[in-house]
Each structure stands twice: as structure tokens, then as C-alpha cells.
């Protein structure tokens, strides 16, 4: 007789193996987004929060977006009262751009939370192997993303006192929230998914789909692809966020390109000392293909 269904966590307790019905998968889904959801909330809280005040003595939420806007000449920005603000078009451009950067910056600082609902919901469907491959994944996932983003930040001032400078005085630069807060936003997502692309080439190698030799003969034409990536990705098209990002990404391949060349070198010595390469194709394989019984394996069926 089949029970009646119960709490998903207690169903997954119960086996050993975390076998769940349908029913259960859905469950469990429901309940591990309503979790990411409230930690994203709750993030978005804080970041409002943050906007006005100066948390353990750190800068407040709104210094930090005008940050790079306030790095311009004082002669090259519209004056006003406040000596560096940004322009207020409609009623609503405060609220928004308030809401919208505490809701951006509330996601970071719950990141671990809602994260790990991701990860409890997709972990017990994994070998132990596959968990601790996944996790190390994450995690560097994050910090590279995380570098990314911080050299976007102290690459936008530089890349916006380009841009003014090509007015040769002739403009006074007055940002409103709108524009300003969707630039510095997609360049630290570029900048920060970009970042990224180490990994991942390190990963395809790990899985055996891309080798080193592969890597180095595609090496120029890589490095070009980097630097037109580069000046198509950055929203500013200013020289100096494409160096930046372009210098960026080659570092980040070519240490990629040296790990996949020290795996491959100690995969190569590995087969080696196996003999793996020596195996005559003709002759039946040397390894032991007998199926193990399992733990619960009965005798009598």
C-alpha cells in the first residue's frame, strides 16, 4: 500500500538512495525556490537599507554607484547643490534606481543563501565525486566573477573621463539615474561573465573534450577573438575598458591553456605507466568487466 505523501526532506531522509516520485521532485522545487525567493527578498531589504547608511564604517550603497561619476573633473560635471549627484528626470528615478541596486546588491550578499537551495535541490541526484567537482566549479565560478566585476568598477572612471574628454569642453556631463545605473550594471555583468571563460576551457579539458594541443593550435587566433570580443562586449566602446577586459581575458587564457598543459601532461604520464598506449587493438581488453553485486541484492530472484 503506498502512503500518503509527506514532507519532501523526510521523504528524501527515509531512502538511503534519495529516490523521490514526481510528485515529490515538485515538492521539493517549490519549496527550495520559495526559500531562494525569500533570501532574495530579504537581500533586496538590506540593499535598500544599505543605500543611505555606512554599515561597520563602510561606504554607503549610493557612494559606491556614484563612485566612477563622482572620479570626473568637478569642471566636466553639472554643477549642483550636493557638489556629485546624478540627474532626477521623473518622480520615479530615485525609487527605481534605489530599488533596483538594493535588489542587485541584495542578491550578492544572499548569494550563499539562495545558492545553496540551488545546490541542496540538484546535489542529491549526484555522485560524492560529482558534488565535490560541482562545488569547487561554484566556488571559483564566484570569485572570478567577483574579480571581474571589481576590475569593472575601477575601470568605468577611466572609461567615462575618455568619453568626456572627446568634447573637449564643449558638453558638461549630467547622467541621469536611468542611464548611468544600466551602464556600471552591464559592465560589471561583462565584465564578470567573461571572467568566467578560463574555467570553463579548463573544465571542457577536464572532461577530456578540449586538449592542450588543440588549445595551443588555436592559440593566435584566440587571442585575436579575445580582443574583438572585447571591443564588441564593453557597452562604452572606449579604449580603455576594451584593453582592460581584452588584457584581462588573455591572462586568464593563457593560465588556462598552462593547467590544461600540466593535466595533459600528467594524464599522458599516467597512461604510461598503465601501458594504456601499448595495448594491441586486436587483443581483448586486460580489465575486469565482472558485474559486483549490489548491497541489496537477493539470492533468490
Known sequence: ?????GRPGSRRRSNPDGSMTLMEHLFELRNRLTMAMLALAAGGVLGFIWWGVHPFGLPS???LLTGPYCGLPAEARLPTPGGCQLLQTSPFDAFNTRLQVGLAAGAVLTGPLWLYQVWAFITPGMYARERRFGL???ALASILFAVGAVLAYHVVPAGLSFLVSLGDGTFTVALNAKGYVGFLIIMLLVFGVSFELPLLIVMLNLVGVLSYAKLQSWQRGSIFG???FAAVATPGQ??????????ALVVLFELAVLITYLHDRQLARRRAEQGWDDLDPDEASPLDHKVERGAGY???T
Open 298 to 300: 537477493d539470492d533468490a
Open 226 to 228: 579575445l580582443f574583438v
Open 61 to 63: 550603497l549610493s557612494e
Open 1 to 5: 500500500m503506498r502512503l500518503p505523501l
Open 136 to 138: 569547487t566549479f561554484v
Open 238 to 247: 572606449d579604449p580603455i575598458s576594451m584593453l582592460a577586459l581584452a588584457i
